[in-house]
């Protein structure tokens, strides 16, 4: 079966970096392009990144453009974003996704059926 397990969120200061990892199993990685969702404090979904299946194409939401990252390493199954000049509005639960896959991903977070996501905080 699918599955991605979200790693490397924290506490940062304003200003500071952490770099999420997404393990994935179960597919053949290498042939999905993949995204990288998040659900901040009361407010709802917002698509963060994505990427295509060999890392050549990347798409980054206005709010996070110039200072987020995504990248991947196909060998190690594995999705990474690289988050530098962080800002508390970035104080977040990140999921990483299929895209294909990303409005039923969606529907599960905000359901509260998708238990897994690794916790951002920015905070001085």
């Known amino acids: 079966e699918v599955q991605l397990v979200e790693s490397g969120g924290g506490l940062v200061q304003p200003g500071g970096s952490l770099r999420l990892s997404c393990a994935a199993s179960?597919?053949?990685?290498?042939?999905?392009?993949m995204s990288w969702v998040r659900q901040a404090p009361g407010k709802g979904l917002e698509r963060v990144s994505t990427i295509n299946s060999d890392g050549g194409i990347t798409y980054y939401a206005d709010s996070v453009k110039g200072r987020f990252t995504i990248s991947r390493d196909n060998a190690k199954n594995t999705l990474y974003l690289q988050m530098n000049s962080l800002k508390p509005e970035d104080t977040a639960k990140y999921y990483c996704?299929?895209?294909?896959?990303?409005?039923?991903?969606?529907?599960?977070?905000?359901?509260?059926?998708w238990g897994q996501g690794t916790q951002v905080t920015v905070s001085s």
């Open positions: 996704t299929r895209t294909s896959d990303i409005i039923a991903t969606m529907k599960r977070i905000e359901s509260g059926s």
């Open positions: 179960g597919f053949t990685f290498s042939s999905y392009a």
